[in-house]
Structures are given as structure tokens and as C-alpha cells.
């Protein structure tokens, strides 16, 4: 079966630090990866996919199938950084449908 | 160009009842994914639908249903409910089938199961 862990609920770092949102995934085969975001009062949406190896907002992810993680980082935060994040994952080649972590609320302290 | 959007935002039914929830993709999205969210369980792959045909099926007993039209519009429905159903449901519609093609969500129906 497949599973995606994120195991912080909550992140909370200052302005301008460095943020590392885990994730991890259990699956077989071979996935595709994806972080979904949602920020207050707006619909979830998505942020960036392992396939693309592109940085949107600032945010990368690098897909490590050694350590089957997904880490989503960005060097220095911004308080619009505030929001729900979701990894998610899609088998068969991306073939299913998406699994999602919990998530984690990540909140950006000024 | 309008987004995802799900009918009715919100809903109180009663034990036993069911329910039928809509969904209207973006323009020319032929696929419908939905999703149940819960504080317990998070987001759960439902199903999804692509061309009117079901796709693929989560991890949920056969009272959750769904079907797709002819125009991409998605209903799901919901029969002989019980307390554990009461969620945020989400639709979100892509180009095409599987969830490699970015997913576009609704603002989801609050259902709420007394």
C-alpha cells in the first residue's frame, strides 16, 4: 500500500530563516511526488512536482528514492510563506490517484 | 477562467439518509477527482472519474458512488449515512486522467451528519 508520512503537524520558524518541510512515501514502484499548498481562505493548489525540477516561490524539492523522501525547502522564509502544506503522491507512474501526507502548517514568524 | 465549483457549499443530513453532492469542472478538464477530508484522517482518495467512466477507487465501502456526464460534471453520492462521513468533500478536475496532471480543486461541500 502506499503512504505518505509528514511528520511535523506544525513548523514555525522566523522570517528569513530556512525552511524544510519532510516528507516521506512508502510505495513500490515508481512514483510521481508533489507538493499541494493551501494558503487562508483560498483552495488547495499546487506548488511543484519532482517531474519538473523547478523552483516556484523560492520552493524546491529534490525526490531522494535512496531515502524515499521529498523534502520541500526554501533558503529564507517570508511571512507569505504562512500556509498548509500537503506532499502527495501518485503511482503507477502517476497513473492513480493522489495520496496526501497530513500536512504540515507552516507558520512564518516575524 | 471559472474555477472548479462544488454544490452545495454546505449540508446537515441526518443518520441513514443520502446525500448527492455536485461538481462542475474547469472548461475542457475531462477528468473529476474527489476527495474526503477529515481532522482524523486528512485527504482521501475517493475516486476518480475520466470520459464517464470510473477510473480509479479508493480505500471506501459501496456507498460511496459516483458518476460523471457527458459534459465533465461530476456528482458524487453518499447513501445510508453515518457519523463518520460528516467531512469536507473536494472535487478537483485536470486535462486528463491520474494524478500526474495538476489538480485544480473546488472550495469543497461541508457535510455535517447528525
Known amino acids: 500500500a502506499q503512504r505518505v508520512t509528514q511528520p511535523e503537524k506544525l513548523l514555525s520558524v522566523f522570517k528569513g530563516a530556512p525552511v524544510e518541510l519532510k516528507c516521506n512515501y512508502s510505495?513500490?514502484?515508481?512514483?510521481?511526488l508533489f507538493w499541494y499548498v493551501q494558503y487562508s481562505r483560498q483552495r488547495l493548489q499546487l506548488l511543484l512536482r519532482?517531474?519538473s525540477r523547478e523552483s516556484i516561490k523560492g520552493f524546491t524539492a529534490d525526490l531522494n528514492k535512496g531515502e524515499t523522501s521529498f523534502h520541500l525547502k526554501k533558503p529564507f522564509a517570508q511571512e507569505e510563506d504562512s500556509a498548509m502544506y500537503y506532499c502527495?503522491?501518485?503511482?503507477?507512474?502517476?497513473?492513480?490517484?493522489?495520496?496526501f501526507g497530513k500536512g504540515t502548517h507552516l507558520i512564518i514568524q516575524p | 477562467k471559472a474555477g472548479v465549483t462544488q454544490t452545495p457549499r454546505y449540508l446537515i443530513k441526518t443518520r441513514g439518509q443520502q446525500v448527492t453532492l455536485s461538481c462542475s469542472p474547469i472548461?475542457?478538464?475531462?477528468?473529476v477527482s474527489w476527495y474526503q477530508q477529515t481532522p482524523g484522517q486528512g485527504l482521501q482518495f475517493l475516486f476518480e472519474?475520466?470520459?464517464?467512466?470510473?477510473?480509479n477507487k479508493g480505500n471506501f465501502p459501496g456507498r460511496f458512488s459516483g458518476r460523471q456526464f457527458s459534459n465533465s460534471r461530476s456528482e458524487m453520492n453518499v447513501s445510508t449515512l453515518e457519523l463518520g462521513d460528516s467531512a469536507l468533500y473536494l472535487c478537483?478536475?485536470?486535462?486528463?486522467?491520474?494524478?500526474?496532471?495538476?489538480?485544480?480543486f473546488g472550495p469543497g461541500t461541508r457535510l455535517t451528519v447528525t
Open positions: 472519474y475520466f470520459s464517464e467512466t470510473q477510473r
Open positions: 519532482h517531474i
Open positions: 510505495y513500490s514502484g515508481s512514483p510521481e
Open positions: 472548461s475542457g478538464h475531462r477528468s
Open positions: 502527495a503522491l501518485s503511482g503507477r507512474g502517476g497513473a492513480d490517484g493522489l495520496t
Open positions: 478537483a478536475s485536470s486535462l486528463a486522467a491520474g494524478g500526474a496532471y495538476e489538480q485544480y
